[in-house]
């Protein structure tokens, strides 16, 4: 065994003991499996299952090597559990065994914190306003300036008291916004920049995938310098990574960035630019009406409509005046007016900046418009080669997640996040560039005992799913379960109309029984449906896709996983229907290299629902007979957890009533 490797064991086993928990051979082999991408400057897959422990598995080994690293995760509950369970209850435990002080931070983007400068601006834009306007936000706004002024808070909207997110746009700004802590007269105590020096000298930063993502696609430095970065939930990495850089434009956006300009510069120039605000908000009305009647304008766009091109070129062009503006004016020195004046550079930029991409639309980029909030998207159609060339040639990347195989193979995922798999590894590496290609994949499995804790119903008599939502068949089906195991459902749909169907087929069948039915709406917030269905053993949490992965719900509360369809990407998803046709053009299979991976995973994330400790026992059904009958779902099957299969309702029925029985009798 090497130095570094004894030195690896010691100090977990010391983070092991520190958070009361025990050695498990999964951690270990990950745990040296990063200790030696670290040490060899490689990179590193590493699928590891419900249980392993792999926030210590990585968090234990950079610590040991003393390397600045940077974790990237994708869901808010991640950071919090690294930052505020993980990172405070090791790291004492650690500095003992290392012998040296050691010490981490958070870092998230400048919109989640507090703008003092705004907050205290005599002169309110147009954001701040609103909330002068509508007299039901005042409380919230009163509350929220009561909070920043109380010593050693955070400013960060997670810690901040619950309010309308109109009264927190009007107390934050966007990074383009943001004039610079060294200008702003605020500085010295912004929330903002003060996370951001604490984070700069951190052994560990723990960030969100979407900052990351951001300062990649830009390449613009916003994170602090780094030896290594750890992405956690990395299956998420590439969607992440294609929200974060996809454009948006919206009349409400154009207009409140005219109505900031004509604040700031009234006049000809600022006129001009409302006229084209207002034109385009016009003209997106209208288009929005005619995407109603036409189908075939729904959906991913060849090119930008006719008719939304010249309002745009308008605003395009009204904007970039402002900006020529603005930037001859340097004669302020009041630090209020030139954070001001960057607020509204920023604002008008984003338009400008927007307006000319979507001008000049190309062929990597995917356009569509979202009719429900009128807005134009723009997407680049991949983000690999991005990601390879301003992340993986830079720094070793360890890259993990519970799901990250697609039938047993990392290739599909390595691909995604920018990995030189396979025929495409003879690519040049310049001197003093990682290489891309040199990353070992690597799967420590689960130390959960899936076959015996755990079944997976397939139901091979149910019809195929159709467009329109459940089968009267599968929603029989699914109160019948339900039924058997008294409640503790987490009912899993892949669109809005599932669970509407579900919901009122439910509270008719399930009428007389004493099962409490928490059924997800748009908007929704995860958290505290989460814990309303923890709270009540026998309830039922129906909800779509926000919900397939994150929520952790061991023990008596969930013993049923039931899952609607296989959740295939949307025929009607622009981006991924673009990247799919892209692979059909090319001579192979959209289907099998773009549909089905997607399929997989997130499969593999919804059925990961149920076994969450060593003590849980139950059943995932999926009720979509296409798993059986259909050759890929083979695929499928072996992207999931290895739970015992059965197709005999009786058994499960039977088993759920059993398991529900024992619950009650304690």
């Known amino acids: 065994m090497s130095d570094i490797s004894a030195q690896v064991r010691k100090a977990l086993d010391a983070a092991i003991e520190a958070i009361g928990g025990t050695s498990r051979e999964g951690q270990i082999e990950m745990a040296e499996a990063v200790a030696n991408a670290l040490s060899n400057r490689h990179h590193l897959m590493v699928q590891a299952g419900t249980g392993t422990g792999k926030s210590l598995a990585y968090l234990v080994p950079a610590l040991v090597h003393g390397k600045k690293v940077l974790v990237a995760t994708a869901t808010l509950a991640l950071q919090r559990q690294l930052v505020e369970r993980d990172l405070p209850r090791i790291v004492p435990a650690l500095e003992k065994v290392l012998g040296r002080t050691i010490t981490f931070g958070i870092y998230k983007g400048v919109g989640n914190y507090l703008c003092l400068q705004k907050m205290n601006s005599e002169n309110p834009d147009p954001d701040g306003e609103l909330v002068l306007e509508l007299s039901s936000l005042g409380a919230d706004a009163k509350r929220l300036h009561a909070w920043a002024k109380v010593p050693g808070v955070s400013g960060d909207r997670d810690d901040a008291p619950d309010v309308d997110r109109r009264v927190w746009a009007a107390n934050s700004l966007s990074g383009r916004e943001c004039v610079g802590a060294d200008v702003c007269a605020y500085g010295h105590q912004c929330f903002a920049a ?49 929200q974060a850089v996809t454009e948006e434009l919206t009349g409400p956006r154009v207009s409140r960035a005219a109505a900031m300009a004509r604040k700031h510069l009234p006049g000809k120039l600022s006129d001009a630019f409302t006229k084209a605000a207002d034109a385009f908000d016009d003209a997106m009305d209208e288009y929005g009406q005619s995407v109603k009647f036409d189908t075939s304008l729904q959906g991913r766009l060849s090119e930008l409509p006719s008719a939304l091109e010249s309002p745009i070129r308008k605003v395009r062009e009204s904007a970039q005046a402002i900006m020529q503006s603005i930037g001859a004016d340097e004669e302020i020195i009041d630090s209020d007016a030139i954070a001001e004046r960057a607020r509204v550079k920023g604002a008008v930029n984003e338009v400008s900046t927007t307006a000319g991409k979507l001008l000049k639309l190309g062929a990597g980029q995917v356009l569509w418009y979202e009719p429900t909030f009128s807005t134009l998207h723009l997407a680049p159609l991949s983000v690999s080669s991005v990601l390879r060339n301003n992340l993986l040639t830079k720094t070793p990347v360890i890259a993990t997640s519970a799901t990250l195989t697609v039938g047993k193979g990392f290739d599909a995922m390595a691909r995604n996040i920018g990995f030189v798999v396979g025929d495409d590894a003879d690519t040049e590496v310049e001197a003093g560039d990682v290489d891309p290609a040199n990353v070992q994949m690597l799967d420590v499995g689960s130390p959960f005992d899936f076959a015996n804790q755990g ?22 089906e699914l109160g019948e379960l339900i039924d058997a195991a008294g409640g503790r459902t987490l009912a899993l749909f892949s669109s809005w109309r599932g669970v509407e169907a579900a919901d009122a087929h439910l509270r008719k069948v399930l009428a007389e029984l004493p099962i409490k039915i928490i059924t997800q709406k748009r908007g929704d917030a995860v958290g505290p449906l989460v814990e309303r269905f923890i709270k009540d053993e026998t309830s039922i949490l129906l909800g779509t896709m926000s919900l397939w992965q994150g929520v952790d719900v061991p023990g008596a509360a969930c013993i049923l996983v039931a899952i609607d369809r296989i959740p295939f990407p949307r025929p009607d998803d622009p981006v991924m229907s673009a990247r799919a046709a892209e692979i059909d053009a090319e001579g192979g299979s959209g289907f099998m290299q773009v549909s089905l991976p997607r399929a997989a995973l997130m499969l593999a994330q919804g059925t990961g629902r149920l076994i969450r400790s060593e003590e849980d026992r139950g059943v995932v059904a999926i009720l979509d007979s296409r798993i059986v009958t259909k050759r890929y779902g083979s695929t499928l099957l072996n992207s999931m957890p290895p739970l015992w299969r059965t197709s005999d309702a009786a058994i499960v029925k039977e088993s759920l009533s059993r398991l529900a029985e024992s619950f009650d009798e304690k």
């Not at 300062?215 to 994170?223: M, N, R, T």
């Not at 290594?228 to 990495?237: S, T, Y």
Request: hydrophobic share 40%; proline share 8%; no cysteine.
């Open 194 to 242: 003060l996370a951001k020096a604490k984070a700069q000298s951190a052994d560990v930063v723990v960030t969100n995938h979407t900052l990351l993502a951001i300062e990649i696609v830009d390449s613009h430095p916003i994170l602090p310098e780094r030896d290594a970065v750890i992405l956690d939930e990395a299956h998420e990495f590439m969607d992440r990574t294609t």
């Open 455 to 476: 079944m997976l119903y397939l139901p091979k008599h149910l019809p195929e799913p159709g467009r329109d939502g459940p089968s009267i068949e599968a929603l029989t």
